[in-house]
């Protein structure tokens, strides 16, 4: 059984940084494409940032500059450090997996956690 599960969320003031953490069970982490997603009320869910297998990344241009992935696979966790943060970052964040992340496909998604960014 697969398993994604979010940490790191939370409320921050605009310019603050948080670090979501997405520790996963049940895949061969090392060999899996993973991902951050959010999604605004409403809206479809957009890819923010992945990572490949072999440690390559893509960012939205929203997020470019601001944002990082990285993964451990020692540890099975993909992370994302959001700095400069805005309120109009202000969402539920998913941690995805699977072969066609980047592709906007996940195979697995987290339960999602919250980021809620105050002007």
């Known amino acids: 059984q697969v398993q994604l599960v979010e940490s790191g969320g939370g409320l921050v003031q605009a310019g603050g940084s948080l670090r979501l953490s997405c520790a996963a069970s049940?895949?061969?982490?090392?060999?899996?494409?993973m991902g951050w997603y959010r999604q605004d009320p409403g809206k479809v869910r957009e890819l923010v940032a992945g990572?490949?297998?072999?440690?390559?990344?893509y960012y939205a241009d929203s997020v470019k500059g601001r944002f990082t992935i990285s993964r451990d696979n020692g540890k099975n966790t993909v992370y994302l450090q959001m700095n400069s943060l805005k309120p109009e970052d202000t969402t539920i964040y998913y941690c995805?997996?699977?072969?066609?992340?980047?592709?906007?496909?996940?195979?697995?998604w987290g339960q999602g956690t919250q980021v809620t960014v105050s002007s």
């Open positions: 990572i490949s297998s072999g440690g390559s990344t």
């Open positions: 995805a997996a699977g072969m066609s992340v980047l592709a906007g496909s996940p195979d697995y």
């Open positions: 049940g895949i061969i982490f090392s060999f899996t494409a």
